[in-house]
T-cell receptor, first 113, second 111 residues
């Protein structure tokens, strides 16, 4: 099976702009979670989706949002970008039948200038 | 609150030696303990995981041990090879498919 794919892989934006990142899970997986990775804060959970419903959300401001489509693909959006949003954004896909075993994609590296 | 402490932050070993990374957690509800390996420019790769009903699990050169009473778990890599050099993360899960990660250990294996 193909792994988790994320697009784009790299992105440069300026403060105040918004950005949308995309994630396609492993075929057959219906659950997707998103994480932010920075040198200072490490890996932090953003949110998790199953069957188009957000089931869990981390401690991030409302500027961070996401959604999941009927084909299990997911997007996350960050509005009004701040310098501190520069990070590697990781998407993880998991099979609901094997609770919590998550497989990560390569990530999207976002640089905010 | 939820917290996972990971030690050491850096580890340097000679090829063929063993490497041990330790993590402690605070949430008693944690029942899933995965370990990930992250190489430069890549996403974390799941290398082994253990659930709370098991005390030890081994997969070739990699083993994980869990002590739920003490709330700590460890990763053991034997016969290390240069390709084992990477950043290793421990994590805990307690339901709801949300993982709490340790800060990571940078492992360097010298030929």
């Amino acid at each position: 099976k193909a792994g988790v794919t994320q697009t784009p892989r790299y992105l440069i934006k300026t403060r105040g702009q918004q950005v949308t990142l995309s994630c396609s899970p492993i075929s057959g997986h219906r659950s997707v979670s998103w994480y932010q990775q920075t040198p200072g804060q490490g890996l932090q959970f953003l949110f998790e989706y199953f069957s188009e419903t957000q089931r869990n959300k981390g401690n991030f401001p409302g500027r961070f949002s996401g959604r999941q489509f009927s084909n299990s693909r997911s997007e996350m959006n960050v509005s009004t970008l701040e310098l501190g949003d520069s990070a590697l954004y990781l998407c993880a896909s998991f099979d609901q039948r094997v609770q919590e075993t998550q497989y990560f994609g390569p990530g999207t590296r976002l640089l905010v200038l | 609150g939820e917290n996972v402490e990971q030690h050491p932050s850096t580890l340097s070993v000679q090829e063929g030696d063993s490497a041990v990374i330790k993590c402690t957690y605070s949430d008693s509800a944690s029942n899933y303990f995965p370990w990930y390996k992250q190489e430069l420019g890549k996403g974390p790769q799941l290398i082994i995981d253990i659930r709370s009903n098991v005390g030890e699990k081994k997969d070739q050169r990699i083993a994980v041990t869990l002590n739920k009473t003490a709330k700590h778990f460890s990763l053991h890599i034997t016969e290390t090879q240069p390709e084992d050099s990477a950043v290793y993360f421990c994590a805990t899960g307690g339901g709801y498919n949300k993982l709490i990660f340790g800060a990571g250990t940078r492992l360097a294996v010298h030929p």
